[in-house]
């Protein structure tokens, strides 16, 4: 049996199988699980509602899902974005592995683009 209690962004692993049973472990420790990531920086956006790309991390979920600097982040998961704190928040409440859905405007026209939430790593901007 394998307990995981988790908590923010850690995790800990309690009891891991049974006691004396051979290929088994008991090691109870605390490991960090991976910040959920886009690879984009915004800020916001000149006309006040929603927020601006203003880089988009090469090789990363955003840039994976066609997102462009100087996209303009309308909404997120249905949401109207308000902030570049409000996509943050959505972003961080995210597992690894979910998809987020980010309304953009580029060149005046709308569309949707689902972007795979990753997880940061210490080499990840």
Known sequence: MLALALAGSAALALGAFG??????STATGVFQLPAP????????????SGALVTKVSPG???EQAGLQRG??????NGQ?????AQINAVV????????VLLQISR???????????????????
Do not use: H, M, N
């Open 19 to 24: 006691a004396g049973s051979p290929g088994t």
């Open 37 to 48: 990531w886009l690879g984009l920086s915004t800020q916001a956006s000149a006309g006040g």
């Open 60 to 62: 990363g979920p955003a």
């Open 71 to 76: 996209d303009v982040i309308t909404a997120i």
């Open 80 to 84: 109207a974005v308000t902030s570049p």
């Open 92 to 99: 961080d409440a995210q597992p690894v592995g979910a998809e």
């Open 107 to 125: 060149g005046g026209q709308l569309q949707t683009e689902g972007v795979i939430v990753a997880g940061r790593s210490s080499a990840s901007p």
